[in-house]
């Protein structure tokens, strides 16, 4: 009777296990478009993504690359002090978007250009996302807002 109990008990874990690892996998499978690496410019330069990878690109708007196309296109650059990278956006850019002002735009990097399809920018005076902050830092060009 006991070794039967003891069967049983394994045989209850290893189902267990089982269901944990097959969740785990089907979430993951589930979200793996959902997922958006973050890179800094210089990381992009570094070892440039394939056409068809969505990423988040981030640092500050260069200044003097803002240009405004035909339509909704706009077109600028972004750094991170290290590196910069061309961006193409056809769209409404948030209203706090500005030269030297931080952002991170969600898009494509093709033939050279990143090619955004969402632009975010900053939310007030001090405000930077953590990872555009690493990467200014690991540049050497961020500097601490003044408050």
Same mark, same amino acid.
């Given at each position: 009777?006991?070794?039967?109990?003891?069967?049983?008990?394994?045989?209850?874990?290893?189902?267990?296990?089982?269901?944990?690892?097959?969740?785990?996998?089907?979430?993951?499978?589930?979200? @793996?478009?959902?997922?958006?690496?973050?890179?800094?410019?210089?990381?992009?330069?570094?070892?440039?993504?394939?056409?068809?990878?969505?990423?988040?690109?981030?640092?500050?708007?260069?200044?003097?690359?803002?240009? @405004?196309?035909?339509?909704?296109?706009?077109?600028?650059?972004?750094?991170?002090?290290?590196?910069?990278?061309?961006?193409?956006?056809?769209?409404?850019?948030?209203?706090?978007?500005?030269?030297?002002?931080?952002?991170?735009?969600?898009?494509?990097?093709?033939?050279?250009?990143?090619?955004?399809?969402?632009?975010?920018?900053?939310?007030?005076?001090?405000?930077?996302?953590?990872?555009?902050?690493?990467?200014?830092?690991?540049?050497?060009?961020?500097?601490?807002?003044?408050?």
């Amino acid at each position: 009777m006991k070794g039967l109990k003891k069967k049983r008990r394994i045989q209850v874990i290893v189902v267990a296990a089982l269901a944990l690892a097959l969740s785990t996998g089907l979430i993951g499978y589930a979200m @793996r478009d959902g997922i958006n690496f973050f890179r800094s410019p210089s990381q992009v330069m570094a070892e440039p993504p394939g056409p068809s990878e969505t990423f988040r690109i981030g640092g500050l708007v260069e200044e003097g690359s803002l240009k @405004r196309g035909d339509g909704e296109t706009v077109r600028f650059s972004v750094t991170d002090g290290g590196a910069t990278v061309p961006v193409v956006f056809t769209g409404i850019l948030p209203d706090l978007f500005e030269e030297n002002q931080g952002m991170i735009g969600t898009g494509k990097y093709v033939n050279g250009v990143f090619e955004a399809d969402e632009i975010l920018a900053k939310h007030d005076e001090s405000y930077m996302p953590k990872e555009v902050v690493d990467a200014l830092k690991e540049q050497g060009v961020y500097q601490t807002p003044e408050s």
